[in-house]
């Protein structure tokens, strides 16, 4: 019978690989349709294998401090209710590729760090900080998309405030042996589709005004997202689980 399959067989191996140049045998990638871009009028849809966190309808997906989140829902979009705290996310999960839309208030209130403040957290931990930097001086590794007090972003990507703004994120968490840090968590992260961080270790866990040492936990964790007492607005949140990276690297 002939093998009509595209390829070759006679070739030679790459070097460090179980397959030869162009090897018909090679398994093919699987298929994923892509999403759609979102909007300022409208969130986008994500691809056909993400992991929808919210779409916005409602948080049935989410948990607040003590039992259902509190944060508002309305238009498509979730806003933080200053004082009822962080809201995390039901599912736990580890490395990814994270799609997230925020916007500061419209409303221009406070400076520094009081301008439309909240963050996401991975793993509930790691935190890429979320702040209305559009002509609001702050210190460096607080400004928005920084890795909260440790690495500021390579640009200041903002847009101005009450606008959609996107952080796609690539993120590897930390790997422990016991107590014993292996491999220390690893992200990359696009502000409004511009490189902020590329493939940046996290030192340590993000704090304020501290440094403190990795602690082990788990390879997957939730997302949690900050009510530090400002209005901020999030949309069209995904994940897709990068299980073949993993397999590569493990
Ligand atoms: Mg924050």
Known sequence: ??????GYDDTPLIPGSNYKVHDKNRPQPRVVTPGTESTQDKAGQAPSDAVVLFDGADLSSWTGRAGPAQWK???G???VVPGTGNIKTRRHFGDCQLHIEWAAPGVVKGESQGRGNS???LMGIYEVQVLDCFNNPTYA???TAALYGQCPPLVNACRNPGLWQTYDLIWLGP????EKLVRPARITVLHNGIVAHHDKELICPTTHRA?????SHAEIGPLALQDHGDLVR?????YRPMTDYDQAVN
């Open 1 to 6: 019978m002939t093998d009509n399959r595209p």
């Open 73 to 75: 829902v309305q238009d």
């Open 77 to 79: 979009y979730m806003e």
């Open 119 to 121: 963050g996401v957290f």
């Open 141 to 143: 590794d607080g400004l």
């Open 175 to 178: 790997r422990f042996e016991g």
């Open 211 to 215: 440094v403190q040492p990795y602690q």
């Open 234 to 238: 999030y949309r069209n949140i995904w």
